[in-house]
Nanobody
Framework: QVQLVESGGGLVQAGGSLRLSCAASGRTISNYAMGWFRQAPGKEREFVAAVAWSGGSTDYLDSVKGRFTISRDNAKNMVYLQMNSLKPADTARYYC???????????????????WGQGTQVTVSS
C-alpha cells in the first residue's frame, strides 16, 4: 500500500506559476514510475505528466509541454509538478498517482496507476 498526499494548489492569475507536491508514504517510490492527472468539472480525468522510475524519461500532455515540468526526489519520497505560464484551461483538480508495477516507463494510461491521492485544486483566473 502507498498513500499519496498532494499539496501546493491554489488560486493564481493567468501567466502565474504553482508548484504541486506529492508526498508518498507506505513504500518507497524509487522503483516506480509516477504520474500527475487532472480533472476539471464536467470533464473526464486526463493525463498531465509522468516520469519513469529511473527519472530518465518524462512524458507530457501536449497542451502543457514547455510549461509544466515533472520531477522526483526519491530520497524524500516526493514527486513535483512545476507549472508555469498557467492558463484558465489548466483549472482542475490535480491528482498524483502511483502504479503497482515496478520499473515502469512514463505511462500515460490511468489504468496502469493503482494508487491515487485526494487531489489539490488549481484555479487559474483570467
Amino acid at each position: 500500500q502507498v498513500q499519496l498526499v498532494e499539496s501546493g494548489g491554489g488560486l493564481v492569475q493567468a501567466g502565474g506559476s504553482l508548484r504541486l507536491s506529492c508526498a508518498a508514504s507506505g513504500r518507497t517510490i524509487s522503483n516506480y514510475a509516477m504520474g500527475w492527472f487532472r480533472q476539471a468539472p464536467g470533464k473526464e480525468r486526463e493525463f498531465v505528466a509522468a516520469v519513469a522510475w529511473s527519472g530518465g524519461s518524462t512524458d507530457y500532455l501536449d497542451s502543457v509541454k514547455g510549461r509544466f515540468t515533472i520531477s522526483r526526489d526519491n530520497a524524500k519520497n516526493m514527486v513535483y509538478l512545476q507549472m508555469n505560464s498557467l492558463k484558465p484551461a489548466d483549472t482542475a483538480r490535480y491528482y498524483c498517482a502511483a502504479p503497482i508495477l515496478t520499473y515502469g516507463r512514463a505511462w500515460r494510461e490511468s489504468r496502469l496507476y493503482r494508487y491515487w491521492g485526494q487531489g489539490t485544486q488549481v484555479t487559474v483566473s483570467s
